[in-house]
Structure formats: C-alpha cells, structure tokens
C-alpha cells in the first residue's frame, strides 16, 4: 500500500514553495498567491481521482463520466486544471493563463465560488515585477505544487488538506505580524472558544470579523453534527476570499459569508432587519480607531442604544452589535477583547454597567500575554449569554499562566484549554449565589461574583480585583545574605588584583 501524505508533509513542501515569492513581496501579499494555487491544486487532484473512478464504473464512457461529474461538489473545466498550467508552464504569458483558469473556475462554480479570485491576479507587473522575473517566479511555483499529490486517497485523512491550509494561515499571520494577525486567530484560542460557547446541533452560528474563517470552522467542530448554519463577515477583500475558499476545503460549503464593514454595512440581514443567531463568536480588531462612531447614533438597526463607544475604539462598537444579532432568550456571545475593555471609563464604561445591570455577561476569562500574532499583550475572553435567567453570578478566570512558553509565541496546550473549560462548565452548573458575596471556586485561579461585588467595585472588570494571584514571598535570611556580600567582596577584591598585575606586565600602568 502506497504511503499517504501527511500534512507535515504538506506543510513542507508548500512552505518551501514561498520561497519563490519572498524576495519579491510579503508574506502578507504572497499569501494569497500560495494559498490560491495550492486550492487549485487540491480541487484538480479531487476531479481527477473522481473522474479516473467514474471511468472504471462505467467502462470508459466518457459521455456518463462527464454527465455524473457535473453532479459533484464542483466543476472543474479542463483550462482551469492545475494539470493544465503545469503543462503550460513555460508558456510567455504563463500568468494570463493563470487568471484565465480562475476566472472561467469561478465562472462554472458561481454559487461557491463567485468574486472569489477577482482581487488576485498572477499577471500583475507591480507584484511580480517584469515579464521574465514573472514567468520564472510562476514557473517555480508550479514546479514545487506539482510535488504534491493531494488526490483523497493518498491523504492521510481527510482533514489533512484543510488543517494544512490552516497552518499555513498561521505561518503567514506569523510572518506578517499586527496586520496579518487580524485575519487568524491562533489555533489554541479558537479551540478555547468554540468549547465555552458550546454550539449545538441545529443552531446558527455567525463570526462578523471573520478574517479566514478559521474560529468558525472551530466552533463547527465541536458539533457532533453536520446539523448547523454558518455565516459570516468580513471587510477586507482577500481575506474574505481566503475564508471562501478555507471554507471550501473544509467542506462548508453552504457557509455564507459576506464582503463588507458589519459595523458601518452589515450584510447579514432578514427582510431588512439585523439576521439573527444562536451563537456569535469574533476576535475583533483591537480598539479599532475611526470605526464609524459619527453615524452611530443615527443606526438604523439602533444597535448603539446603550452609548456610543469612543470613536477611537471600536471594541464596545463589535461586542453590542453581536449581542443585538442574537437570539433573545436564548443568543450566546463569545468575543476576544484588550483588557482596556474590562475597566475603561466613560462612555465604555456606561456600556459595560447596561451590560452588567441586564444581566448578559457570564463570564471574564483572562488569557496569557504573547497569544496574539503581532502584539504581546493579554487579551480576554467575554462570554454574554441571554439564557441566564435569574442568575446573576459573574465567573472570572485568571488562565495568564496557562501556557508554554514558545520562541515567538505562547501557546496554550489541550492541558491548559481543558483546565479552564471545565471550570467554566463547573461554574454553570452551581446554584445562584443567595448572598451578595461572592466565593472563590479555586484558589489564585476562579472567582464567581455576585452583582453586588461588581457594583462594589463600580462595574470594573479587572480581573485583579477579584482573583488574588499575590504570592507571598520567602522570608529573607539575613546571615545567608550577609555571607554571599562578604564572599562577593572578596571576588571583586581578587579580580582587581589581578587586572592591576595584568595591566601592569602590558605596561599600561
């Protein structure tokens, strides 16, 4: 039996194929480049081990192959084939044909793949440079995609495509940094989420910052169900034809998402009202400045009916526009947040205290620093939930130190997400508090707080406040001390003499 292909294997191969575009642009550029030939590669590999299979059911009629492949996934036309361009690779105008097969792939695949392609060209003089740096630059890359064959039964599962292509989001938002970073949200973190939120079948799920498509494709998994609806959001054109196309691969097919600004233009809507949703999840872009605050009041959705937040930062703009498109009774919210979220003034703090008093926030849940590609600083994790019912407990968890320490990254680790995944579900099951104090769940790592603990604390969030993480420190043993200055003296004494001997045979004294 034929070994399968890996996704390490994937990964390697492909990675090695962005060599052929680092000299001559980003990786925030070259991303859509790489990703959208390695779709193609993948989508020409499918159609071909389909057709060879329907050529052996039906004897070599041709006829009966085409006519049952027209009834797959997807139709793949023979120019639009990776097969195709590897055989005109050497072609003088190897681009053009390029963006000839993905238009006319687009073309023959509306439904799935419509705009898709339109904001990428490889005939592009500004991003490749001249024609024959360009062609050779194609060339390379058709070169190294060949390599791999990403046929379904030489795979090794059938995840293997779609996680691949999810690592090598990851490594270009690495590559990239802060801008980059705003289109993925690291692994580990979307898993967190997706557990806490805790879709169920039959729910409908929405990101409105969607970048990649990536939490939502997560929060899918946690459904032991294909029995669910996906929609999504996003502003910036490539990326949203990334989460297109990342959606796609991961066999999504029926997800919706939107090209557009959710908080100036929001697309999701049901016969001109705001759609809404059993769950809505995001990583926003943190404190985004000039988010529209000018228009806010004038809202046709009125969604900014509990203040407008600051026109320099956006967070509270994204969180109460989630919380109105969710089902009343019943909407769950999850959303990544800059710790400035929990305690800042003025009109945030207004929105916060409306939020608290209705009783939509279940849980503050404190993540560790240098999570986020592109900044180091902690972020936290806000859980509304409009099923509290008469409970009015508030869980904090302080996770800042579960995490393994990594070379550009921190990562949290199954260990670390289960760790607080489970208090979270610990929380949910007790009683409602009958006093107005709050108790510690586990020490130096869980608080529930009641609203008078909130209120006592003027509706600051800061997670300090309720979780004690003061470590006391080791009584100091003076003679211990005492004896390593004394001994350090006599260190310092030796080594001056002997610089001052050294000196002195040199002549310089």
Not at 130 to 148: M, Y
Not at 269 to 296: H, I, Q, T, Y
Not at 413 to 430: D, P
Request: overall charge negative.
């Amino acid at each position: 039996m034929a070994t399968k292909l890996t996704q390490q294997e994937i990964n390697k191969i492909v990675w090695k194929a962005c060599d052929s575009l680092r000299p001559v642009m980003g990786s925030g550029s070259y991303k859509d480049y790489i990703l959208t030939l390695l779709f193609v590669k993948y989508l020409s590999d499918v159609w071909k081990e389909k057709a060879r299979e329907l050529s052996i059911k039906y004897d070599g009629n041709q006829e009966m192959v085409k006519r049952q492949l027209k009834r797959e996934r997807f139709f793949l036309p023979e120019e639009s084939t990776f097969d195709y361009l590897y055989d005109n690779r050497n072609e003088s105008n190897i681009g053009e044909l390029i963006d000839i097969s993905l238009t006319k792939l687009e073309d023959e695949n509306r439904a799935k793949l419509e705009k898709v392609f339109r904001s990428i060209s490889f005939n592009s003089e500004t991003a490749f440079g001249p024609t024959k740096q360009r062609n050779q630059i194609l060339k390379n890359l058709l070169n190294d995609l060949s390599e791999l064959n990403l046929e379904p039964s030489h795979l090794a599962n059938n995840d293997v495509i779609g996680d691949s292509y999810e690592f090598l989001i990851s490594m270009f938002a690495g590559e990239a940094g802060k801008k980059a970073g705003e289109f993925y949200t690291p692994s580990e973190v979307s898993t967190l989420l997706a557990k806490l939120v805790d879709a169920q079948p039959g729910d409908r799920i929405c990101d409105p910052a969607c970048g990649s498509g990536s939490l939502l494709i997560k929060v899918a998994k946690e459904i032991k169900s294909k029995n669910y609806a996906l929609y999504g959001q996003e502003n910036n054109g490539s990326t949203w034809a990334l989460a297109r196309m990342n959606m796609f691969l991961h066999e999504e097919d029926n997800a919706v998402i939107e090209w557009g600004d959710t908080l100036n233009n929001p697309q999701l809507k049901e016969a001109d009202a705001l759609m809404r949703f059993d769950v809505v999840v995001a990583n926003p872009p943190f404190s985004l400045d000039k988010w529209g605050a000018e228009e806010a009041t004038a809202d046709e959705f009125n969604r900014f009916h509990r203040g407008v937040p600051p026109k320099s930062k956006g967070d509270y703009a994204f969180i109460t526009h989630m919380i109105e498109t969710t089902f009343e009774d019943k909407g769950k919210v999850g959303v990544i947040v800059p710790h400035g979220v929990l305690f800042r003034g003025s009109s945030e703090g207004k929105i916060r205290q409306q939020l608290i008093d209705e009783n939509l926030l279940e849980a503050v849940i404190g993540l560790p620093a240098n999570l986020f590609f592109g900044t180091g600083i902690p972020a936290a994790i806000l859980i509304f939930n409009k099923a509290k019912g008469a409970k009015e407990d508030i869980l904090f968890i302080d996770a800042s130190a579960e995490f393994e320490s990594g070379k550009n990254q921190n990562k949290m680790n199954e260990t670390h997400i289960a760790k607080v995944v489970s208090e979270f579900q610990k929380f949910k099951n007790l009683p409602a508090l009958d006093c107005e104090k709050g108790e510690v769940l586990t020490d130096k790592f869980s608080y529930r707080a009641t609203l008078k603990d909130i209120q006592d604390n003027e509706y600051n969030l800061n997670i300090p406040r309720y979780i004690d993480t003061f470590e006391e420190e080791a009584e100091v043993d003076i003679k211990a001390v005492h004896a390593e200055i004394v001994d350090l003296k006599q260190q310092l004494t030796e080594t001056e003499s002997k610089m001052e001997q050294y000196l002195k045979e040199l002549n310089l004294i």
